[in-house]
């Protein structure tokens, strides 16, 4: 790849460069999915979790650069009190082109209002199944799924749409319901995109064998709808599928597994404790709140970045291609997604 603004760009030593921040706002969830989430988890204390000042500084380091885009997610970002003032604090760093959010959907029929006002561009919704009993106890709750939806239609409402729906497809479990998510898609005009189970669960039970993969997927909307790939963005967890009768709505799939998009990947996070993750599957994260709260400069909270960015780690598709068995990584909660 041709070196991008001379040697301002953030890039690892594979030749990928840094366009995408995700922010993890907080570990804490109202929610207890088991393949994100332990029984039993143990919460960062507060005093650990980086206040929003610190993530806006991260950020604007970032930015200049090359960071784009931000996502915010958790845990469950809109259990982060103020969380539209990050919101706001963040679309207002030079070079930020837009914010975005990955929500479970359970509070964010008070927040669209608030967030859409602050500045979100566009807000993802976990919603693992339609069926209300069987969404209850894939999240441990229980009598919300209703609130969720309510959620989506008051973000439509308010301009965060069109909503994505973000639905992770697990054998055994939700995986006969993909035609059903695949009509909602179709009807109301949201984007679906049905991820692969992956190595993340709170109860470490992962097995490939829960896996339902994208090709998988694919043929069974295929039987329903005629459907055509899209082109997919370079950088894009995701590869697209437009419906051929002319419905405005999409399907995606997140193949993280079968079919890993390592080779062009433009992401990096901050946990919430001030962890900087240049890769997902990656147990390796650099420290950033010691220097944050040490007095470090933002020349030196650079070098440090660029030193931990430069160490990504190659990518599961490494693992995949040398047939690798790929093992539990850790808790999604605590990294974000």
Same mark, same amino acid.
């Given at each position: 790849?041709?070196? #991008?603004?001379?040697?301002?760009?953030?890039? /690892?030593?594979?030749?990928? @460069?840094?366009?995408?921040?995700?922010?993890?706002?907080?570990?804490?969830?109202?929610?207890?999915?088991?393949?994100?989430?332990?029984?039993?988890?143990?919460?960062?204390?507060?005093?650990? +979790? %980086?206040?929003?000042? #610190? @993530?806006?500084?991260?950020?604007?380091? %970032?930015?200049?650069?090359? +960071?784009?885009?931000?996502?915010?997610?958790?845990?469950?970002? &809109?259990?982060?009190?103020?969380?539209?003032?990050?919101?706001?604090?963040?679309?207002?760093?030079?070079?930020?082109?837009? +914010?975005?959010?990955?929500?479970?959907?359970?509070?964010?029929?008070?927040?669209?209002?608030?967030?859409?006002?602050?500045? &979100?561009?566009?807000?993802?919704?976990? &919603?693992?199944?339609?069926?209300?009993?069987?969404? /209850?106890?894939?999240?441990?709750?229980?009598?919300? =799924?209703?609130?969720?939806?309510? *959620?989506?239609?008051?973000? #439509?409402?308010?301009?965060?749409?069109?909503?994505? !729906?973000?639905?992770?497809?697990?054998?055994?479990?939700?995986?006969?319901?993909?035609? /059903?998510? $695949?009509?909602?898609?179709?009807?109301?005009?949201? $984007?679906?995109?049905?991820?692969?189970?992956?190595?993340?669960?709170?109860?470490?039970?992962?097995?490939?064998? %829960? &896996?339902?993969?994208?090709? #998988? !997927?694919?043929?069974?909307?295929?039987?329903?709808? $005629?459907?055509?790939?899209?082109?997919?963005?370079?950088?894009?967890?995701?590869?697209?599928?437009?419906?051929?009768?002319?419905?405005?709505?999409?399907?995606?799939?997140?193949?993280?597994?079968?079919?890993?998009?390592?080779?062009?990947?433009?992401?990096?996070?901050?946990?919430?404790?001030?962890?900087?993750?240049?890769?997902?599957?990656?147990?390796?994260?650099?420290?950033?709140?010691?220097?944050?709260? *040490?007095?470090?400069? /933002?020349?030196?909270?650079?070098?440090?970045?660029?030193?931990? =960015?430069?160490?990504?780690?190659?990518?599961?598709?490494?693992?995949?291609?040398?047939?690798?068995?790929?093992?539990?990584?850790?808790?999604?909660?605590?990294? *974000?997604?």
């Amino acid at each position: 790849m041709t070196r #991008e603004r001379g040697g301002e760009s953030l890039s /690892d030593s594979y030749g990928r @460069f840094a366009r995408k921040l995700r922010i993890s706002v907080t570990d804490r969830c109202n929610f207890r999915c088991d393949f994100c989430m332990p029984e039993k988890p143990v919460w960062l204390d507060q005093s650990e +979790v %980086l206040n929003f000042e #610190e @993530f806006a500084r991260v950020t604007g380091i %970032l930015a200049k650069m090359g +960071v784009r885009k931000v996502r915010l997610s958790g845990g469950e970002p &809109l259990m982060r009190k103020d969380v539209e003032r990050l919101v706001r604090m963040l679309v207002r760093l030079k070079g930020i082109q837009s +914010v975005a959010m990955t929500t479970n959907g359970a509070l964010l029929s008070q927040k669209a209002a608030s967030l859409k006002k602050n500045g &979100l561009r566009e807000v993802t919704v976990s &919603l693992h199944s339609l069926k209300p009993r069987l969404y /209850d106890r894939i999240t441990g709750t229980e009598g919300v =799924f209703w609130k969720v939806l309510e *959620g989506v239609q008051e973000a #439509e409402g308010v301009g965060l749409g069109p909503v994505k !729906i973000n639905c992770v497809v697990t054998r055994g479990c939700n995986d006969g319901e993909v035609l /059903d998510f $695949a009509k909602m898609a179709h009807d109301t005009g949201r $984007a679906v995109r049905f991820i692969e189970y992956m190595p993340f669960d709170g109860t470490k039970v992962w097995n490939d064998r %829960l &896996l339902v993969s994208g090709d #998988e !997927i694919l043929k069974s909307v295929s039987r329903e709808y $005629a459907i055509e790939p899209m082109t997919r963005e370079r950088g894009s967890t995701s590869t697209s599928y437009r419906f051929l009768d002319g419905s405005g709505g999409s399907i995606a799939t997140i193949t993280s597994m079968s079919r890993p998009f390592c080779s062009d990947c433009d992401r990096i996070r901050l946990k919430a404790n001030g962890g900087l993750v240049p890769c997902l599957f990656s147990m390796a994260e650099y420290d950033m709140k010691h220097l944050l709260r *040490g007095g470090a400069s /933002d020349q030196e909270i650079e070098e440090a970045i660029r030193s931990a =960015f430069s160490k990504k780690f190659e990518g599961v598709a490494s693992l995949v291609e040398n047939k690798v068995e790929v093992g539990h990584v850790q808790p999604m909660h605590s990294i *974000g997604g």
